[in-house]
């Protein structure tokens, strides 16, 4: 019987595993080796960690959890989720697993337009977050695939850092209004469809139909509705947001008493989307972890 599994060996999971494992909990931390920045050569916005290739950053994360004899970490997937009473019953290929509380860390995908070509370079010339990635481009010149409302964010925050930013609306509408500030921006609208976004060299060439190719630096992509990267939160009756996320609360408690949530996979209500950050995701995973100490505490 474990204190805490902990399911997903991303910045949220490890961060997880750490706090509990200070605290001298048994802690389980099962890692199926799948991560939303898997394709991602190096992560931004975490100060001492800018520019830091995400599996450098598990590595350390896994050698520094190594000195804590109460964390276990082991790579393996896992199949189902359940409530017995007081305990939950995690089930992996090499059988069951007893824990008194869960945490769940194990993200969620992306959904992409389905521009042919865009998911070979997501990830590597394709990205979600200016936050992550817009630096890198400075002063050259920056696409944006997406519809409206996320057109006009995405150009307005990329606008001060590309030496040029065109849009790629395939057809959609662009208000007067947005169209007036994209201007003001000095944005180019290109409302053609995208029949492909593939690499050229260190650049990504967007096929416009019935017009020339546009070669851009790097094109930041509109995802759809975010989707669970795991069935747990349907197999234990979580409650989501509309953004596709889990529901918590300041804590990390999800809608089932002993299940908790960290990174990108939930977010609490006042928010309309999770922050797709590692720095983010590490807090919650920590703040997680102290929610469940106290937990312990209480029994």
């Known amino acids: 019987m474990y204190d805490v599994t902990i399911v997903g060996g991303g910045p949220a999971g490890l961060q997880a595993a750490l706090t509990l494992g200070r605290m001298h909990k048994s802690v389980l931390l099962l890692d199926s080796g799948s991560y939303r920045n898997g394709r991602v050569s190096h992560m ?26 109460t964390v276990e970490v082991r790579d393996e997937a896992v199949a ?16 069951d697993l007893e824990s008194r509380l869960v945490i769940l860390a194990t993200g969620v995908r992306d959904q992409l337009p389905a521009a042919p070509g865009l998911s ?51 057809g959609a509408e662009v208000s007067v209004d ?4 994209l201007d003001g921006l000095g944005v180019s609208i290109r409302p053609e469809p995208v029949l492909g976004a593939t690499r050229a060299g260190d650049e990504v ?11 851009v630096a790097g094109l930041f992509v509109g995802t759809g509705k975010l989707v669970q990267s795991a069935p747990f939160a349907e197999q234990l009756g979580l409650d989501l947001q509309e953004s596709g996320c889990i529901a918590v609360d300041d804590l990390g408690r999800t809608s ?17 989307m999770p922050m797709a950050s590692v720095l983010a995701a590490a807090a919650a995973g920590q703040l997680a972890g102290v929610a469940c100490v106290q937990q312990l505490l209480a029994h």
């Open 205 to 215: 060439r967007v096929e416009l139909d019935g017009a020339d190719d546009v070669t």
């Open 178 to 181: 947005d169209a007036a500030l």
């Open 256 to 272: 089932l008493p002993g299940v908790y949530a960290a990174g990108d996979l939930a977010h609490r209500s006042a928010f309309p």
């Open 120 to 170: 070979e370079i997501w990830g590597e010339l394709a990205y979600g977050c200016p936050f992550c990635h817009g630096h890198e481009l400075t002063g050259r010149a920056i696409g944006v695939l997406a519809g409206p409302p996320a057109v006009l964010h995405l150009a307005a925050l990329l606008a001060p850092i590309g030496d040029s930013v065109t849009v790629f609306t395939e």
């Open 44 to 69: 931004h916005n975490f100060i001492t960690n800018d520019g830091m290739p995400p599996e450098k950053f598990r590595e350390q994360a896994r050698a520094e959890l190594a000195a804590y004899e």
């Open 80 to 95: 189902t989720i359940a409530r017995e009473g007081e305990r939950f019953i995690v089930t992996t290929a090499d059988g």
